[in-house]
């Protein structure tokens, strides 16, 4: 099993920055990616951000690219967001997720989320 506990939402305004950490522990050995996804009020969750655990790509959503990026410390298992020139559209729960696997697309675990919101 793995556990993955975010932290470091909260209230900003726009423009403003903050940033997600998300620590895992337990069987963390054999993780392909992690990623973080958002849930607005209404909506899906989306994809935001994923990192290769092991060559260190990242990906993310065009609605964020150039505003945040996603890195991670391996001695630590954890994975970071650093989220610059927020908007009140970025707000959102956001979750951490871990992908043990190449196959597929779906996250094996997930963080019970962290709120972020952005005021205008």
């Known amino acids: 099993q793995v556990q993955l506990v975010e932290s470091g939402g909260g209230l900003v305004q726009a423009g403003g920055s903050l940033r997600l950490s998300c620590a895992a522990s337990?069987?963390?050995?054999?993780?392909?990616?992690m990623g973080w996804f958002r849930q607005a009020p209404g909506k899906e969750r989306e994809f935001v951000a994923t990192?290769?655990?092991?060559?260190?790509?990242?990906y993310y959503a065009d609605s964020v690219k150039g505003r945040f990026t996603i890195s991670r410390d391996s001695a630590k298992n954890t994975v970071y967001l650093q989220m610059n020139s927020l908007k009140p559209e970025d707000t959102a729960v956001y979750y951490c997720?871990?992908?043990?696997?190449?196959?597929?697309?779906?996250?094996?675990?997930w963080g019970q989320g962290t709120q972020v919101t952005v005021s205008s």
């Open positions: 997720a871990q992908k043990q696997s190449v196959g597929g697309t779906a996250y094996d675990y």
């Open positions: 337990g069987r963390t050995f054999s993780k392909y990616a």
């Open positions: 990192i290769r655990w092991t060559s260190g790509n990242t």
